[in-house]
């Protein structure tokens, strides 16, 4: 079974002291494949040097709406270079969070809008994170080039309503260890089974979010616990987990533009 861990931060200082074990652990647990997500130009230049030194290992680059307010034109040029490595493969994490407004809204609107346009001319998939955005990131995303739209609504964990509205836009839905939470889970629970087959990605967003049973025994979340995510989800939908593992595993190598892992 190879499983594919579509988000995670291994850039993250939680990992500066085990970094190599980290990935070992997640090899043997079966994961190949591993998706490290930029959210501003240091994290991105440090996801790169780790999938440089790494076989399956990619990054994306990209700003996230915690970090609007610290962007410019600058710093998308930067990233635009960075975008330039054979290791990127994604733009992203970008969007709107309306929960912590670490941003003002103004200003996240501002810079997702180009990060979405400039997504689009260098014909790079999206990682889309949306929190409390009350309809307005579908808004933006609808007024967008959806023709060339791709991209993942990453820790979906919205409404039905707002579900089919991504999957219309044709984007994938990516589900972390929520799914495995007793009480917060449950809604996410009810949805999974909703999602096409060709749209599924599993996730961890480590080191955040660690799934069951996991987070019993520990706080750090691993790249090697989408496995767990993996086995809930095959079990909500009745699926094999193999099966299961070789179609998420088959989603997120064509929308990263994977052909050869």
């Known amino acids: 079974m190879r499983l594919f861990d579509s988000h995670c931060h291994l ?48 990054a994306s680059v990209g700003i996230h709406p915690h970090d609007a307010a610290h962007c410019s034109e600058a710093v998308l040029e930067e ?3 960075l975008a330039e490595h054979d290791k990127v493969c994604a733009w992203g994490e970008t969007g709107l969070d309306f929960n912590r407004m670490y941003s003002p809204r103004d200003v996240q609107e501002k810079w997702f809008e180009r990060q979405l346009a400039i997504a689009a001319r260098l014909d790079l998939p999206l ?4 929190r409390d955005s009350n309809g307005r ?16 609504v990453h820790c979906f964990s ?3 309503r707002e579900m089919l509205a991504y999957l219309d836009l044709g984007l994938h839905i990516g589900i972390t260890g929520i ?3 007793k ?7 009810e949805l999974v089974p909703q999602i096409p087959d060709d749209r599924l990605l599993v996730e961890t967003d480590a080191p955040y979010l660690t ?3 996991e987070r019993n025994r520990g706080r750090r979340n691993e790249p090697a616990f989408v496995k767990s995510v993996l086995l809930k989800v095959a079990e909500i939908r009745q699926t094999d987990p193999a099966a299961m593992a070789e179609i998420t595993w088959r989603n997120t190598c064509r929308l990263y533009g994977l052909t050869e892992m």
């Open 179 to 181: 799914v495995t939470m």
């Open 127 to 130: 990682i889309f994170h949306e």
């Open 79 to 81: 990233l635009i270079t």
């Open 183 to 189: 009480q917060r889970g449950r809604a996410l629970r």
């Open 11 to 58: 850039d993250d200082k939680s990992y500066q002291p085990d970094r190599e074990a980290v990935l070992r652990r997640a090899r043997e647990a079966g994961v190949t494949g591993f998706m490290v997500v930029g959210i501003n130009p240091q994290t991105a230049r440090k996801a790169i040097r780790i999938a440089e030194t790494q076989p399956g290992v990619y």
């Open 158 to 160: 919205g409404n039905r």
């Open 211 to 213: 799934p069951a049973p």
């Open 137 to 152: 990131f579908l808004e933006m995303l609808r007024a967008a080039d959806t023709a060339s739209l791709r991209g993942v």
